[in-house]
């Protein structure tokens, strides 16, 4: 069993920052990719980032120069770093890892959520 649990969102005022966590944990043989997603209220799903075991990195434009993914391998944490958050930003964000697991699969891992708010 696998599980993904994210933490660090919560209330900020414009042009404030967050860090958004993403623990994986379980049969855990190998990391692929992580993603970082957002759905603000009566929208889509969008990709905010994303991040392969290589190191590179995706932004969607409206983010970039704003937001950082990171991931320590170690730890099986992923993060993505908020910074100069505007009100459009406000979102429940949902991490997403691809990961090799025990058997030999590799298998896409949701969490929960976390809501993100941006207000003064």
């Known amino acids: 069993q696998v599980q993904v649990v994210e933490s660090g969102g919560g209330l900020v005022q414009p042009g404030g920052s967050l860090r958004l966590s993403c623990v994986a944990s379980?049969?855990?043989?190998?990391?692929?990719?992580m993603g970082w997603y957002r759905q603000a209220p009566g929208k889509e799903r969008e990709l905010v980032a994303t991040?392969?075991?290589?190191?590179?990195?995706y932004y969607v434009d409206s983010v970039k120069g704003r937001f950082t993914i990171s991931r320590d391998n170690a730890k099986n944490t992923g993060y993505l770093q908020m910074t100069s958050l505007k009100p459009e930003d406000t979102a429940v964000y949902y991490c997403?890892?691809?990961?090799?697991?025990?058997?030999?699969?590799?298998?896409?891992?949701w969490g929960q959520g976390v809501q993100v708010t941006v207000s003064s």
């Open positions: 991040i392969h075991r290589a190191g590179s990195t």
């Open positions: 997403n890892q691809n990961l090799e697991v025990y058997g030999g699969s590799v298998r896409a891992f």
């Open positions: 379980g049969s855990i043989l190998r990391f692929y990719t």
